[in-house]
């Protein structure tokens, strides 16, 4: 137990933000010891920051320069300011559609996770439900890792499985994984929230 203590937490997404809505539902419900003290995203369109501020979150959008790819060393120093003058401890990569970088990851050693919808290390990068169904897997899954430099290659915490129907589309299995990351992921939290 952590004594009573929360978590601070800063997720970081770029679209429609369903992990996030587990996050709090779980945290409402009480089965996670945390608090949601900023949401931020690379796009300001992106659903994510709306629910954030639904949710009372401290949120905003920091555009990186390039419309891809890693977030550049300026960004991500941006991004440490936010997340530090929030006190966030752990950051949590939501369908965060980009590449961290080492101003990132010195900041907040061991402290970055990401859920990724395949079971690592199969399908890393985009698309992986896609990935899947083109590599003929019967089962496939989602996985909660460390981040590190590279894409989608870092320490694995945990996975589920799920299984692959014959008529599946990449659409309905990404739904089905996202079921999945949606218990998986504050299930992951949590337990960070128990080690504090
Ligand atoms: C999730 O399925 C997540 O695993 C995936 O983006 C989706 C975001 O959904 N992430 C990646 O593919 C990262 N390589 P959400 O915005 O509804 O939480």
């Known amino acids: 137990m ?22 709090v539902h779980a945290i409402d419900e009480g089965r996670l010891p945390a608090a949601l003290a900023a949401v931020l995203s690379d796009r300001p369109e992106a659903r994510i920051l709306e629910l954030g501020r ?6 905003g959008a920091i555009v990186p320069s390039e419309p891809r ?15 530090r003058e929030e006190n966030v401890e752990l950051v949590v990569l939501a369908g965060f559609m980009r590449i961290v970088g080492p101003v990132f990851l010195a900041a907040y050693p061991r402290r970055i996770i990401n859920i990724h919808p395949s079971l690592l290390p ?6 992986a439900a896609a990935q ?6 019967t089962v496939t899954g989602c996985t909660v890792h460390y981040v590190d ?9 945990a996975q589920r499985e799920v299984p692959v129907f014959p008529g599946d589309t990449a659409e309905t299995l990404q739904a089905r994984i996202q079921t999945a990351e949606h218990e998986l992921l504050p299930a992951v939290i949590a337990s960070f929230a128990g080690h504090e």
Request: charged share 25%.
């Open 69 to 83: 790819g890693p977030l550049g060393a300026g960004t991500e120093e941006e991004f440490v300011r936010v997340l």
């Open 122 to 127: 199969k399908h890393r990068g985009s698309r």
């Open 2 to 23: 952590n004594g009573g203590r929360v978590l601070r937490l800063g997720v970081l997404g770029s679209g429609r933000g369903s992990n996030l809505e587990a996050i």
């Open 149 to 157: 430099e590279g894409v989608d290659t870092g320490e694995i915490i």
């Open 132 to 137: 899947a169904l083109a590599a003929g897997d």
């Open 54 to 59: 639904k949710s009372g979150a401290r949120t």
